[in-house]
């Protein structure tokens, strides 16, 4: 009910503050039986970590995670399984001079008004940092998801104005440049547009793109539980994110129906002998997967830690200037990736369980 | 867990389909005190309702709602509040000639693989039908946010290719014209898209905009039940959303952080003795409303119950042309304006109670 | 979150006051595929029916229930089932007189603290009217247990000092007597107790026997929800109960743990090839069903709503003597007994669904 | 959904089995602002450690508890805390001889059907260590309350047949002697049952009292969610708990209206100018506390871990005997009296915050 839980059948709860002793999740309703190490889960927070190339952080955290129950010899024992990463690198000095002031753009001046206590050190619970363990317990959920079939990627396909070409899109590029960009002849212009941003001591915001493969018909629940609901709401809970989309998305605003409509043929090729002519709904049709991808887009807003100055105020309500020195990654959108995925993929394990619910 | 249920201390489920007995709702946790009659919940209603202009349904319902418990001479008792609208005009017989096709871009084929079972009659839970009890619903909240000084407000401004003009935005003009437009300008622009699309059998997406004013700094969980994110997950429930943004939304994808952030001043104009220069945040920051006015979008894709042919399955995996004869709205997105009011209602009203709780 | 709801994937919200309009509830999470009608309902409403013999209150309700939803061609959707009993018998009159007066052993005085609004009229939202819908959501369940093979039943065992004996214990005799017990041999002694007390006008408690048939083994979740806690908060949710015990119950405090232990031994004809020698602990081990009977007792008091007068105060804190004259039942364990049967099939419905879940 | 989790607004999930890695819970909902340190859990840690007298389990654990998260500077800051404490001593070798057989009376049978999975290391997420982390919880709880006046308390007042006497109640006794006993008389009567019972390898059930003082009226929700359910509820999901009972309890069954009521007559020394001439009722009333003190009780059945040769059945279904050898309490209920404890502040807790929303 405060806020530090997603999920009602697949439900992650986490804790923990960016300059605190360490981070926490507790993973529930994981079924009995999957295979299960935290090598599967270090593997992504090794693609969220800070400090990997010069446009990310350079904060250091090993982010190792820890499995401290819910497994026995290997295997999910059906039974909560807890996670932890210790914080090593928590230099709170770096935030000292600015203990007084409300960072615009950012919670500071929020939470204090929210709770009257201020945790000023890195933003405390409302920093990035806590998508660390999301990204642990997502490693859970695209196991889980694996098992089944299921697998959920993502790529980052704008930095402010410059966009990949869909018609080069490669996954296989993904893991190759420090963007996550599918395209590989666009990546020395993000690395060009970022040095800008970064010499200049701005950010720049980001598009990314989730694609998710596998899902059989079925998957989501009508009314307020739409699958596309509880993805919306999965995104826009990342930190920084302002916008989401499904299939088309914003642009179903301009089209006509005549042009919108997914059409449907009979194919024996096909799971349930029937093929989509298209696929502007996004894979979703009245909240339920129809087992074609679902795609859905996130707008990441740059980041407010920038080193140009700013007029803010202070906790006493004077007029100051702010100039952030800490370190901070000039595009948040690109680490923003695995956990988009990670996101991505606790609705859809949570929603796999919900499906099992719906006939006799 | 089905999906009928949202919200968590302010919370409604709802029950009922386009072509059954009846629609129902039972709305938990309203405080006790609140003066509230059936009539404060029918304005809405008659807004919501179809048949009022040529440009929706012909569908005729009386849409009379009745409230069935919850209230002691004309006080809310603090015990749930149950809603009930009879359905009158059941015209299930537009349907037998559909009952057996799936109709493209709605929920048949889902629902069909999903429970098993096919309510062919209008779309059956699946029909947007059941949006008038979250209008019900809505109007209670929208009665509880007004006595805490909130008010909640939409608009459309735009239809498939055409917009409204910012410049000229007025709130009085909304519900002068059949549209919710705010923007007098365009009704005539807008009337003659609609004959157009109309004429052709065809359907048109919109954009709407929800405005949120009068709510304190506060509002708002951390981490996953974001103001943002729930608000995101609301309006990405309503029938043929396809996309939501909060603030400058899909825009900060493109954004430099030196131009977006919103700076504060020291201002004792202000409730707390703080201005902000501008709103690209939409009013929330870190999940939490920051007190400025809380500004959203939403893409409403054109409806698929359109006149012109299209190639479909029926539930034997036939190949199938199908066109709709039903009374169907040229452009949803109308309809849509009280009912993402009603969503951002329900939202609001749930986290003022949850804000009751963060402190001591 | 108002304490409306019971269940989590077999879930029932209800509303209604005893003199209000009418009862409802929705029934959320019931499986498609299931056969139901009104009837399926109706019966034990009517075993719960007040004003059937001389021994229960002579209010007069048909207590007809009508679902409003959920149901295409006499089978579930998957969709809610919305239930509605109007109210006929109003007759709030009666409570005109103890408008002011908290009536002692009752709810007035805690929800006029809790509220600060009176529903005067026979304790509105607390008055046991409300098991009506506990009792029609109750018959769904039953419905869904029997398609399962599970059997719900209950039987009041003591009234008072008066105990029926167990050797006699004879199911088919339940139905046959006002009382719902078990023994014939001891029908006339209730009789003779029951008329004692109205002429006395005055109450007696009495003690229930629920005993749950063919659910399979592992239902039930771990630690906290465990079936029997579920069950415990679920019988003591019910008017008037003051203990619940499972298995020997609180006669466990009492004994050795080598008297007490169920042993097993390995019979290939039972279900699991085990045999369990006896059946102390109630048919739940760790709190999971391990395939025996479960067996749980539960203790009504005496309604507080004699003839008897006693002190009390008004709600201006003055000194009074109340004496109630309304229509009220000697002993409100003997409806209890349809109440406690739903209430139990409400919380193995819902462990039916979630033990779905423990496994890939 | 998978039974960790306890509370709505105050919520506990947990996590860690008896022979896992550690132990682990995130508290979420405790307000912001409340000062907390890890010896304030310490305390009933220690007070429920195994190994400290002869009288319980001889396995040795410091139980150290670290706060992770949600403290800055002494003082809760609204965000979850985090909670963590590592096992030491983890004796699996124990099990080892019994890791194929069912011991009878506990969860292994269940489990094994449940989940088809098998953690035979001391029950692992079934065994009483799991209450570890309930102690830690509750005693954050109970650090809220105090805050608010609210004082939880428990003793045991019976072991199989010996009792204590009600007359002697002495609240500062139940710190001085091994048995949380409340009646320096019965110490020795206790420790010679104990000593016989430990003897014979057998063990021995108890009965157990809380108390609860300083609850306001008007705590607890209407319907299902009483006050007395949930704490039935809570008291039902300790280890070995068979029944609970609220205030007068079981033997209400027995008792006749005009003896059961408690009168009220106006007292202006009291808090609201209403004094109650009895307590019948346990302090609750339509299952919302009355301002009265709060009592219940709950029979602990004796362990089945006996040295006692008991038949049972492998995972393989043969025949065998069965008898343990590891380090068992003979009386589980003494330790109970601070999980008792703890689970009572859990639920007061959770309804403290819930009672800030029933009015306007």
């Known amino acids: 009910m405060a806020g530090s839980r997603i999920g009602h059948l697949f439900s992650v709860t986490t804790c923990g503050e960016s300059h605190g002793p360490a981070l926490g999740a507790i993973v529930e309703g994981c079924p009995a039986g999957l295979p299960l190490s935290e090598a599967d889960l270090q593997r992504d927070l090794d693609r969220r970590r800070p400090g990997q190339s010069r446009f990310t952080t350079q904060r250091q955290e090993a982010d190792r995670v820890r499995i401290l129950s819910g497994l026995f010899e290997g295997v999910t024992t059906g039974t909560p399984i807890g996670l932890l990463i210790e914080n090593s690198d928590q230099r709170s000095r770096d935030y000292r001079d600015i203990q007084h002031l409300f960072r615009p753009g950012h919670a500071d001046y929020t939470y204090w008004h929210k709770y009257g206590i201020r945790d000023y050190r890195g933003g405390g619970r409302s920093s990035a940092r806590e998508t660390a363990m999301r990204v642990a317990a997502g490693g859970i959920a695209k196991r889980l998801l694996a098992h089944w079939g299921v697998e959920v990627r993502a790529a980052l396909i704008a930095m402010g104005e410059v966009e990949i070409d869909r018609k080069r899109w490669d996954w296989q590029e993904v893991e190759n440049n420090p963007f996550f960009a599918p395209d590989a002849a666009m990546v020395s212009h993000f690395t060009t547009l970022l040095e800008e941003v970064r010499q200049q001591g701005d950010s720049v915001g980001a598009l990314l793109e989730v694609e998710i493969n ?147």
Chains 1, 2, 3, 4 share one sequence.
């Open 214 to 360: 596998g899902v059989p018909v079925g998957w989501g629940e009508p009314v307020f539980d739409r699958l596309d609901a509880d993805l919306a709401k999965a995104m826009m809970s990342i930190n920084a994110v302002k916008g989401v989309e499904i299939g088309d998305g914003m642009a179903a605003a301009r089209a006509r129906g005549s042009q919108w409509v997914d059409e449907m043929v009979a194919d024996s090729t096909q799971n349930n002998g029937v093929a989509f002519l298209s696929n502007r709904a996004g894979g979703i049709l009245g909240g339920i997967s129809s087992g074609q991808s679902i795609i859905l887009r996130l707008a990441v807003k740059p980041t407010s830690s920038i080193m140009v100055p700013r007029r803010t105020v202070d906790i006493h309500g004077q007029d100051q200037i702010i100039q952030t020195r800490g370190r901070h990654d000039p595009c948040v959108g690109i680490r923003a990736v695995p956990v988009a995925e990670a996101m991505a993929a606790l609705v859809l394990a949570d929603h796999a369980l919900r499906a099992r619910l719906s006939r006799l």
